[in-house]
T-cell receptor
């Protein structure tokens, strides 16, 4: 199984809503990532988890809250988002976050619209 | 911080023509990776280059890593309509404690059949 599965594929939420994005991989990868991608832009790193511990937080606003319950799962909890947070949210995993084995496998993403 | 520049931003070719996209990093890279993202899709890993001066081929795709490990290129020979998409380079910084991938802005390739 070489897939990273993200749910939901599409999400529309109001600015007062609380929602969660979910990501799952069964490749035994120990690094997992959240990226945000706006239209016609490259993926922008938000968070890195390494061995289930938060390794990198790219100064992301606290309305985005990541969680790594175990080595296969990664969540992104959303609360009080703004319309400018509308984007494609990509989860990725890699064997490690350092050294050579860092090639990332991306999920299909969650297309988020904040209204 | 580390910056990865990628040119051109857009490239439109006739089917059968060649295509090249270039990446330049402001710092020496530990490795460089290339990804392809089809319209409406997600980035898909193509290849990783690690050694100085490395050249790798995948069918019609040729990837190069510069001697100084600060630049890279992807060349597609005889493009096909299936090559359409955005090609991103992504560099992994060398040294220090920062091991995050930095993506270039990407080159959007369109192919006229």
């Amino acid at each position: 199984d070489t897939e990273v599965t993200q749910t939901p594929k599409h999400l529309v939420m109001g600015m007062t809503n609380k929602k969660s994005l979910k990501c799952e991989q069964h490749m035994g990868h120990r690094a997992m990532y959240w990226y945000k991608q706006k239209a016609k832009k490259p993926p922008e790193l938000m968070f890195v988890y390494s061995y289930e511990k938060l390794s990198i937080n790219e100064s992301v606003p606290s309305r985005f809250s990541p969680e790594c319950p175990n080595s296969s799962l990664l969540n992104l909890h959303l609360h009080a988002l703004q319309p400018e947070d509308s984007a494609l949210y990509l989860c990725a995993s890699s064997q490690s976050e350092r050294g050579v084995n860092t090639e990332a496998f991306f999920g299909q993403g969650t297309r988020l619209t904040v209204v | 911080g580390q910056q990865v520049m990628q040119i051109p931003q857009y490239q439109h070719v006739q089917e059968g023509e060649d295509f090249t996209t270039y990446c330049n990093s402001s710092t020496t890279l530990s490795n460089i990776q290339w990804y392809k993202q089809r319209p409406g899709g997600h980035p898909v890993f193509l290849i990783q280059l690690v050694k100085s001066g490395e050249v790798k081929k995948q069918k019609r795709l040729t990837f190069q890593f510069g001697e100084a490990k600060k630049n890279s290129s992807l060349h597609i020979t005889a493009t096909q309509t299936t090559d359409v998409g955005t090609y991103f380079c992504a560099g992994l910084n060398s040294g220090g404690s920062n091991y995050k991938l930095t993506f270039g802005k990407g080159t959007l390739l369109t192919v006229n059949p």
